[in-house]
């Protein structure tokens, strides 16, 4: 088993606002998580540790009266660990191409819309999710990237612009996953209140 993680690796893993420091963080159950939190979570989740374990480790650098938000959070990542570990192999590319998806806004829709069919609103949380799974696939594979950057042979110049262009992908993938965060709960609401219109 790994010796105890480092207390900056937890780093505000609980944090009730934005951080200060424009630390990249990742909505995990409404809660604002910086990354490297979330990739220690990962890792030692990865190595084996039992999520209890996990949890009396971040409550450690955290504070006990943080114990509800970080269980949410560890059981989160543990879910999340599943679906990724799914995939066998990972890009070795420094750079990930996103295209804008062709899609409208649940937000533009309700607009438009004044009453939704329970199996259109179904299938907005279904591809909701899907496209969530997939950007946490992506958050990891950038990840891997920067870490892999530590290997490579690069004058500094060339080292920061590189490091600078991943921040910068980090960034936009996170940004769209609070947005598919967003569309799961508004169509999730939608779909408790529709249902329950017909009862």
Same mark, same amino acid.
């Given at each position: 088993?790994?010796?105890?993680?480092?207390?900056?690796?937890?780093?505000?893993?609980?944090?009730?606002?934005?951080?200060?420091?424009?630390?990249?963080?990742?909505?995990?159950?409404?809660?604002?998580?910086?990354?490297?939190?979330?990739?220690?979570?990962?890792?030692?989740?990865?190595?084996?540790?039992?999520?209890?374990?996990?949890?009396?480790?971040?409550?450690?650098?955290?504070?006990?009266?943080?114990?509800?938000?970080?269980?949410?959070?560890?059981?989160? $990542?543990?879910?999340?660990? /599943?679906?990724?570990?799914?995939?066998?192999? %990972?890009?070795? #590319? &420094?750079?990930?191409?996103? !295209?804008?998806?062709?899609?409208?806004?649940?937000?533009?829709?309700?607009?438009?819309?004044?009453?939704?069919?329970?199996?259109?609103?179904?299938?907005?949380?279904?591809?909701?999710?899907?496209?969530?799974?997939?950007?946490?696939?992506?958050?990891?594979?950038?990840?891997?990237?920067?870490?892999?950057?530590?290997?490579?042979?690069?004058?500094?110049?060339?080292?920061?612009?590189?490091?600078?262009?991943?921040?910068?992908?980090?960034?936009? $993938?996170?940004?769209?996953? /609070?947005?598919?965060?967003?569309?799961?709960? %508004?169509?999730? #609401? &939608?779909?408790?209140?529709? !249902?329950?219109?017909?009862?």
């Amino acid at each position: 088993m790994s010796s105890s993680p480092a207390p900056d690796s937890f780093w505000v893993v609980a944090a009730p606002s934005r951080n200060w420091d424009d630390i990249p963080t990742i909505n995990v159950c409404n809660h604002e998580v910086p990354l490297p939190a979330y990739w220690k979570i990962f890792e030692l989740l990865g190595q084996g540790q039992a999520k209890r374990e996990v949890i009396q480790s971040v409550i450690r650098h955290s504070g006990f009266k943080t114990l509800q938000v970080v269980t949410e959070v560890v059981e989160s $990542v543990a879910q999340n660990q /599943q679906l990724i570990s799914r995939r066998s192999t %990972m890009s070795n #590319r &420094l750079s990930i191409p996103f !295209k804008k998806a062709n899609r409208i806004s649940i937000y533009k829709a309700l607009k438009n819309e004044t009453h939704w069919e329970v199996p259109i609103v179904e299938d907005t949380l279904s591809a909701a999710k899907q496209r969530e799974r997939r950007l946490l696939n992506d958050a990891l594979a950038i990840a891997q990237q920067k870490e892999q950057l530590n290997g490579k042979a690069m004058n500094p110049d060339e080292r920061r612009n590189t490091a600078s262009a991943i921040n910068d992908e980090m960034k936009q $993938v996170l940004r769209q996953h /609070q947005e598919a965060e967003s569309e799961i709960n %508004m169509a999730k #609401r &939608l779909t408790a209140a529709q !249902k329950a219109s017909f009862t």
